[in-house]
């Protein structure tokens, strides 16, 4: 029996995935495994016997990785889940930059009380004018969840869609349109693109991405997006060019004390992944990562450790070993299987960073003593027994 925890309401369509074999628990000091979306976990204390976190989401920034990383619990994040609303919400924040719609409502409220508002209307809708999206160059910063559906969208309605990614994978790139002009400098989307959006994560290199060097090299009249994450741009050098005029408005999905309510700046409430469809996908991803790694041992979309996936176990055991990524730790491995007169049917080894997974499919039952020895070997972190 497995005991699962939420620090956030997770939609019950995921939950209910969750068999028989799971319990939740009001209390994380029991889980074997949480599941959060915002709440923030970086003074939460864990209990030695926590082994996966799951965030029904992308963003991870309210998880220690570091932390969990070196207590050996594996952290998941949901990518893609939430890519159609984020998506939609985008090409919304384009409509609403390029024309004054809510420079229009709020007209509209404020004359509500006129008998004559609808000839008051003809004379006013002049302030409210904007352009069209198409024929008009849109720079895509990221191709990959969310950026690239954006990039095919934005092709539909008629737009030159120009895209960097020096990460790009082959998945995201089978799924692009072949429409989509692939730039290897950045400078480029600078340079020649009227509307620019950034969907790429938050790390030290990405972290002003869009700052007052690149502010300088865009058109006059830009309009800069950012669905991403608000660090991704220096928010007081965009304050500037909007109040310049260089920028013609700032789109953004995290409101702070810096940019809410400036002129020229369009601030959303982190609305993004606020949709049931996003909530209900980020909770079943979540929910099905979970299960798979703790029935399995398989990680699949972990943050903060490699992927490794055996499938489900045939053999008569199962061993996941979370280890120091250094030389000869598979080798200690087998050399103690091998000394222990146990087969090893099969096997993998993966490594991320500064760490590394091993799992091993045993032709033996483990018993306590093994998984002592397992953990006394220089490097490991933890030891599962999955089956």
Not at 16 to 40: G, M
Not at 151 to 177: C, E, I, K, Q
């Amino acid at each position: 029996m497995f005991k699962y925890h939420c620090l956030n309401p997770i939609a019950e369509v995921g939950l209910s995935r969750f068999t028989a074999d799971y319990e939740k628990t009001d209390s994380a000091a029991a889980a074997q495994a949480i599941l959060v979306r915002s709440a923030s976990m970086h003074d939460m204390d864990v209990p030695e016997n926590l082994l996966a976190v799951a965030r029904a989401g992308a963003g991870v920034n309210n998880i220690p990785l570091a932390k969990y990383a070196e207590q050996g619990i594996v952290v998941f994040n949901t990518p893609g889940a939430n890519a159609n609303g984020v998506k939609e919400l985008v090409i919304a924040g384009m409509l609403l930059a390029s024309r004054d719609i809510v420079g229009g409502i709020n007209w509209a409220y404020a004359n509500k009380d006129d008998a004559d508002i609808a000839k008051s209307a003809e004379k006013a809708k002049s302030k409210f004018a904007g352009t069209e999206l198409q024929d008009k160059k849109l720079g895509i910063i990221g191709l990959g969840a969310i950026g690239g559906p954006v990039a095919n969208l934005a092709r539909h309605m008629g737009m030159t869609v120009y895209g960097y990614d020096p990460f790009l994978s082959v998945d995201a790139a089978w799924n692009l349109s072949r429409d989509i002009i692939h730039v290897v400098d950045i400078n480029v989307i600078f340079e020649e693109c009227d509307f620019i959006t950034i969907h790429a994560p938050l790390t030290e290199d990405t972290k002003n991405t869009i700052n007052q060097n690149a502010i300088a090299k865009m058109k006059d009249g830009v309009i800069v997006l950012n669905f991403s994450r608000d660090l991704l741009v220096d928010e007081t050098a965009i304050l500037e060019a909007v109040k310049a005029g260089k920028v013609r408005k700032y789109v953004t999905d995290f409101p702070n004390t810096t940019i809410a309510g400036k002129e020229g700046c369009i601030v959303v409430p982190h609305l993004g992944a606020s949709t049931e469809e996003s909530e209900d996908n980020c909770a079943k991803m979540a929910v099905k990562q979970v299960k798979n790694y703790l029935e399995n041992g398989n990680i699949i979309n972990s943050v903060n450790f490699p992927e490794v996936d055996m499938g489900i176990c045939r053999q008569k055991g199962r061993i996941v070993i979370i280890h120091a990524n250094k030389a000869n730790m598979i080798t200690k491995f087998t050399a103690f299987y091998g000394d222990q007169g146990i087969n090893i049917s099969d096997m993998t080894n993966k490594s991320k960073g500064e760490y590394g997974v091993t799992m091993l499919d045993i032709e033996a039952e483990t018993n306590p003593d093994t998984i002592k020895k397992l953990e006394e070997i220089s490097g490991v972190i933890r030891v599962r027994v999955v089956k």
